[in-house]
């Protein structure tokens, strides 16, 4: 008869935990039992049976005792020893370990939350199943060969007309914002975040939607589907379907869908959106045909495999072929590049983003900040333990004369590296879920920190062997390489070598606490400047309210009778309504003007600012020549004035020429009144923008009111009152507009601060180091010092003795820094029209900073030896 | 008293101990229950049964008797101490004290 065998794995499992006390009897009877099993009840029920039984005979006094682990491996007999060893070495010094351990701590807290952060911003939009075939379409416009206007939202034809020419396009989506004040049963709001989207969207984007058939929801016009948090804001708890919504006062969509509210990680943000078919409705125009009409979101998707950097030259070759002659005619040029829609988070900052969104720049310089923290904290480590050495040189001389092998001697070493490195890494866990909230707030993200992500787990562990084996691995072969004779007859000198290494070290972790220190004073000095100047525009004690959507025909009336009323308030100076105030760019951006006379392929692009007679008085923006818009004056409607760069542009050089000119703007002749001085009507980061005023008595985005008042919610409380007399079912909502322009350096604010932040953990780690290095250094010349002070030396000339290598030291790392933080800063700062010069005390305020923190770090210790009495440090011996 | 206190089972595995006359080990004493008592036994069960009768000093046990089919494992041969003797007997006689009282029924 065949003999059957029992499982494997079982038998190796059992064999694995049965203390040898116990396998005899228990394997025997058990392969007896499974033979006669086999024959009573076949081989596989035998099989199975056995293994069962395996499990029921793991009884605790059948494991194998710790003593039986043991006496089958050296190895795990040596690793208690290690690890007692170590654990002793550690508490022996307590300072030293103190400081490693912090610093360790501090180094690992920053890098996971900025590792956290980088991934955060780095990973939007992975929500979608189909993201590596979805593109948006950006669209950059020239004009003479130079680019004018680059676009998120590009013109409304090009999407459709790529589905219908190319076949490598599945699907397309056209969108575009609709602002929008909404209405349903008393509950009304301003909804920025709405659009009009083409009946694929759901198709494109895989967003779950929750009720409603994805095919057709945005078909049909006047439907629109709603996000799940909107629908609970405008219905409660009542079912959204069927309901009816109103827009603007002036039409009424039907909620025909309910989908699940876009992720935040998400370049994209929509509360609500409607079929696209309404606005074709509304404007009576297809708009997929228009070429130059922008202002619209394509998103296509192209079929698996299509290489999108070759598609997009055939864009450009097609855009050629079919509108070359067109555009060239005009000198005007077009471009669409494709952006992969996982990369537009970051990597897109262009007109009519949907939100404000992350800068890559920044994004990498946190990035390269983080590992620069974390090896400046290893750094810390090898240079206390080498430092060390001299200490534990004996024990290692000891440990060699008894027959320790230089492995042993690693392994110890690395065993208390291990130890430490594993401490700081719990600790720091625990930093990071106390100090994420405030990260959270300093970034303006909320940034998730998933400890149980697959990535997350190896990062730590990566962390934790890498630090193990950089910091350890190092004086580990340092320690272990002494020759114990050498070290026990007393010979035995901390190497030249070990000594410039430490001292490289040194340089390298003041060098990059420098240019980090460096790189804040500048970001902060840059901010400082771009608000400390004279913005030729006045934007203080000002209130902007967001004019009505919902309007009827008497509406020119009521803003007339709203003006007069609030003026006649005295502490209201003026209101005047526009199309749009400083702080942002002006939405409406207008082509093919030019002067009438000249070369009409000469017209080019401008920003247009509309506004009443009094927009430029009530901004205290100055006249350089020609006069303001005039209310006696009935020709007046058909009069612009310029900004000095638009006048510039249109090749005046001197403004009073321009002042008896015609131009011409889509098919209508303007006189030019007037030209005003350049004033910053956007952060100083952008160049003048060429901006032509227009007429526009009822513009209706924005009222500003211009106030001088003791008392500001008494005042806003009168402006409430007028502006619910005047516009009923219109939301109140009114800004600062001093803060709205301080909105555009936000980003930039918080970026100085992050900066700010960790360079000065940074300079905490590096200054602990230093601590540690200048106590050791305390304690070896402490004979030496005492020596010197029975001699006559001073307290002061002992501490200016022991600090001066530092400083020497400190020196080096500021000559290097500085033409790092130069090359470093000055490529940062070139992204500003407006900015600082790099002068010298931009470097020599963070270098005397830095030399006075680690004076004060050195002192504590030099000062301690320097005032020590002599004879305790000279009479024993 | 819990020191000599056996239980059913116990007592079972006690007795085959007993009958099978040091030829008693795991497989053997399984095989005698199931064959006799028509009972299915897990061997996991008797071992532990066993090591709980040499705590209380009811066996003793030897170490012996490699075979091929035990992988060449020995085998742990049990026998009955004559404390355990002593306590089947004790067992016994409670049992025929009882049987003896008991009234006659007409059956």
């Known amino acids: 008869m065949k003999k059957h065998n029992p499982p494997i794995w079982a038998d190796m499992f059992l064999e694995w935990y049965c203390s040898k006390n116990y396998i005899d009897e228990v394997q025997g009877d058990l392969y007896?039992?499974?033979?006669?099993?086999?024959?009573?009840?076949?081989?596989?029920?035998?099989?199975?049976?056995?293994?069962?039984?395996?499990?029921?005979?793991?009884?605790?006094?059948?494991?194998?005792?710790?003593?039986?682990?043991?006496?089958?491996?050296?190895?795990?007999?040596?690793?208690?020893?290690?690890?007692?060893?170590?654990?002793?070495?550690?508490?022996?010094?307590?300072l030293f370990s103190i400081i490693n351990v912090s610093g360790l701590t501090v180094g690992i807290t920053a890098f996971l939350l900025l590792w956290t952060y980088v991934q955060h911003e780095r990973t939007y939009d992975q929500h979608l199943d189909n993201k590596e075939n979805i593109f948006r379409i950006q669209q950059d416009r020239y004009n003479l060969g130079e680019i004018t206007t680059q676009w998120a939202a590009g013109c409304g034809a090009i999407g459709k007309t790529l589905k219908d020419n190319f076949p490598e396009v599945e699907s397309f989506v056209i969108m575009t914002n609709s602002n929008a004040i909404l209405e349903y049963n008393e509950h009304v709001f301003r909804e920025d975040a709405t659009y009009y989207a083409s009946e694929d969207f759901f198709k494109v984007f895989s967003i779950n939607l929750i009720q409603g058939d994805p095919e057709t929801v945005l078909k049909?016009?006047?439907?629109?589907?709603?996000?799940?948090?909107?629908a609970k804001k405008y219905f409660g708890e009542e079912e959204p379907i069927g309901k009816m919504i109103e827009h603007n006062g002036s039409k009424e969509f039907e909620i025909v869908g309910v989908y699940e509210d876009l992720p935040k990680k998400s370049h994209m943000q929509a509360d609500l959106l409607y079929s696209f078919s309404t606005f074709v409705d509304i404007v009576e125009n297809e708009v997929t045909d228009e070429w130059n009409w922008d202002g619209f979101y394509n998103y296509i998707v192209l079929k698996d495999g299509t290489d999108y950097k070759d598609f997009e030259s055939k864009i450009a070759d097609f855009i050629d072929k079919e509108r070359g002659e067109e555009l060239a005619s005009s000198n005007e040029d077009v471009k669409f590049h494709l952006q992969p829609v996982t990369d537009i988070h970051l990597t897109s900052n262009y007109m009519m983003e949907f939100k404000p969104n992350g800068n890559e720049q920044a994004t990498n310089f946190l990035f390269i900040i983080a590992f620069f923290i974390i090896i400046i904290a290893w750094v810390n480590y090898i240079n206390l333990t080498t430092a060390k050495s001299m200490e534990r040189s004996k024990e290692v001389g000891i440990r060699k004369v008894m027959g320790s092998m230089r492995g042993q001697l690693v392994k110890q070493f690395l065993v208390e590296s291990f130890i430490l490195n594993l401490v700081s890494l719990l600790a720091a866990l625990l930093f990071i879920y106390l100090l994420l909230p405030y990260f959270n707030a300093l970034t303006g993200r909320v940034v998730a920190f998933e400890l149980l992500d697959p990535n997350m787990i190896m990062l730590i562990g990566g962390i934790l062997v890498m630090g193990t084996l950089l910091s350890?691995?190092?004086?580990?072969?340092?320690?272990?390489?002494?020759?114990?004779?050498?070290?026990?007859?007393?010979?035995?000198?901390n190497s030249a070598g070990g000594k410039t290494l430490r001292k490289g070290m040194v340089v390298f972790q003041f060098f990059t606490s420098l240019v980090l220190m460096v790189g804040t004073t500048t970001v902060f000095y840059q901010l400082s400047y771009m608000n400390s100047q004279d913005l030729g525009v006045d934007i203080n004690q000002t209130l902007v309210v967001r004019g009505p959507n919902v309007t009827d025909s008497l509406y020119s009336d009521k803003l007339n009778v709203f003006k007069h009323n609030l003026s006649a308030q005295s502490e209201i100076n003026v209101v005047t309504s526009s199309t749009a105030v400083p702080g942002s760019q002006p939405d409406w951006n207008a082509g093919g003007i030019y002067v009438i006379g000249e070369d009409p392929d000469k017209s080019q692009q401008y920003r247009i600012i509309g506004g009443d007679y009094d927009y430029l008085e009530a901004f205290d923006?100055?006249?350089?020549?020609?006069?303001?818009?005039?209310?006696?004056?009935?020709?007046?409607?058909?009069?612009?004035?310029?900004?000095?760069?638009?006048?510039?542009?249109?090749?005046?050089?001197?403004?009073?020429?321009?002042?008896?000119?015609?131009?011409?703007?889509?098919?209508?002749?303007?006189?030019?009144?007037?030209?005003v001085k350049n004033y910053h009507n956007e952060s100083l980061k952008k160049s003048f923008e060429p901006l032509i005023f227009r007429l526009i008595p009822n513009a209706s985005n924005y009222y500003s009111v211009k106030v001088t008042t003791n008392n500001m919610p008494r005042t806003i409380a009168t402006i409430e009152e007028e502006w619910k007399a005047q516009f009923p079912g219109n939301p109140f909502d009114f800004f600062f507009l001093d803060d709205h322009y301080q909105e555009q350096y936000k980003a930039d604010q918080q970026f100085g601060q992050v900066f700010g932040l960790f360079a000065g953990l940074a300079i905490f780690i590096a200054c602990l180091g230093l601590f540690g290095l200048a106590s050791y250094m305390a304690t070896q010349r402490y004979k030496e010092i005492s020596v010197r002070k029975v001699l006559g030396a001073t307290v002061g000339s002992v501490v200016t003795l022991l600090s001066r290598d530092f400083v020497i030291l400190i020196l080096i790392a500021i000559v290097l820094a500085i033409p790092v933080s130069w090359y470093v800063m000055d490529g940062w700062l070139a992204e500003f029209a407006y900015r600082i010069d790099m002068s010298w005390w931009l470097f020599a305020l963070p270098g005397l900073t830095l030399i006075i923190i680690a004076l004060a770090t050195v002192s504590f210790q030099t000062i301690k030896v320097g005032t020590s009495n002599p004879v305790d440090a000279l009479r024993s011996e | 008293m819990k020191g000599t206190y056996l239980g059913e089972f116990e007592e079972l595995v006690l007795l085959t101990v007993a009958v099978l006359n040091g030829e008693a080990y795991g497989i053997?004493?399984?095989?005698?229950?199931?064959?006799?008592?028509?009972?299915?036994?897990?061997?996991?069960?008797?071992?532990?049964?066993?090591?709980?009768?040499e705590d209380k000093g009811y066996v003793k046990s030897e170490l012996g008797g490699a075979t091929a089919e035990r992988g060449g494992r020995k085998k742990r041969l049990f026998s009955i101490t004559a404390t355990g003797h002593a306590v089947l007997n004790e067992s016994k006689q409670l049992r025929n004290k009882l049987w003896d009282a008991m009234p006659e029924f007409g059956f």
């Open chain 1, 621 to 675: 923006i100055e006249l350089a020549a020609g006069r303001n818009f005039e209310e006696e004056r009935t020709t007046d409607p058909n009069t612009v004035i310029l900004n000095e760069s638009a006048a510039e542009l249109m090749g005046f050089k001197d403004f009073e020429e321009a002042l008896s000119k015609e131009i011409q703007f889509w098919g209508d002749t303007f006189q030019i009144v007037g030209v």
């Open chain 1, 220 to 230: 049909e016009p006047y439907k629109a589907v709603i996000s799940e948090s909107a």
């Open chain 1, 472 to 493: 350890g691995l190092y004086p580990a072969l340092v320690l272990s390489g002494f020759k114990p004779v050498a070290i026990l007859k007393g010979k035995l000198k």
């Open chain 1, 32 to 94: 007896e039992w499974f033979q006669l099993r086999v024959e009573k009840q076949g081989l596989w029920l035998a099989r199975l049976l056995y293994f069962l039984d395996v499990i029921r005979f793991m009884r605790s006094y059948r494991l194998k005792s710790i003593d039986e682990l043991s006496q089958n491996s050296n190895n795990i007999a040596m690793l208690h020893n290690y690890l007692m060893t170590s654990w002793r070495s550690l508490t022996k010094n307590k």
């Open chain 2, 28 to 53: 053997s004493i399984a095989e005698l229950i199931e064959k006799e008592s028509n009972r299915s036994v897990t061997i996991s069960t008797i071992h532990n049964v066993l090591y709980r009768l």
